[in-house]
T-cell receptor, first 113, second 115 residues
């Protein structure tokens, strides 16, 4: 069975500081990994995804993530955050095909001025 | 890019009535659609997976007779909450998938309040 662990429920950070949101997964098969962002009372927007190839994935809004198979991690990073990055971030995994996405518990990123 | 329209965005209904939520893929044909439920400050809980023309597959613990899912076409799936009760109040989100592209596009969600 697949599962996703987001180690931090909340991450406070000052504007223009770097941030890392942690995600670890467990799976016995090949995985495909995703990061989504959710603003209040809205659906989810895809930030980036890892399917294969380069382990460093660049996404929208200046975010990037690195797939580390040995550590079963897919941490999300941004070198300089903005107030507008305040939102809930979800890491998700699937084994592909027609399979469902399994979500982590989410990390609330709060950017302070 | 792929767009999924979910309607209504919010609905208030009386206890005992039924509510239908629609999820449409606007510019692509979705092979599979997923329905999620999200409680405040929590993650998304998968309720069911539906493929066009076949019965939905429900996750363990989800009442099939309460949450009716119909996937009549490759662009439309509906979730009907039957005989709604206040404990059904939640945020419901659909997702449409293009399996071959590993693409999962989400609707904007429906806030259901049962009074």
């Amino acid at each position: 069975a697949q599962s996703v662990t987001q180690l931090d429920s909340q991450v406070p950070v000052f504007e223009e500081a770097p941030v890392e949101l942690r995600c670890n997964y467990s799976s016995s098969v090949s995985v495909y990994l995703f990061w989504y962002v959710q603003y209040p009372n809205q659906g989810l927007q895809l930030l980036l995804k890892y399917l294969s190839g380069s382990t460093l994935v660049k996404g929208i809004n200046g975010f990037e993530a690195e797939f580390n198979k040995s550590q079963t991690s897919f941490h999300l990073r941004k070198p300089s955050v903005h107030i507008s990055d305040t939102a809930e971030y979800f890491c998700a995994v699937t084994s592909g095909g027609y399979n469902k996405l399994i979500f982590g518990a989410g990390t609330r990123l709060a950017v302070h001025p | 890019g792929a767009v999924v329209s979910q309607h209504p965005s919010w609905v208030i209904c009386k206890s005992g009535t039924s509510v239908k939520i629609e999820c449409r893929s606007l510019d692509f044909q979705a092979t599979t659609m997923f329905w999620y439920r999200q409680f405040p400050k929590q993650s998304l809980m998968l309720m069911a997976t539906s493929n066009e023309g076949s019965k939905a597959t429900y996750e363990q613990g989800v009442e099939k007779d309460k949450f009716l899912i119909n996937h009549a076409s490759l662009t439309l799936s509906t979730l009907t909450v039957t005989s709604a009760h206040p404990e059904d109040s939640s945020f419901y989100i659909c997702s449409a998938s293009l399996a071959q592209e590993f693409s999962y596009t989400f609707g904007s969600g429906t806030r259901l309040t049962v009074v």
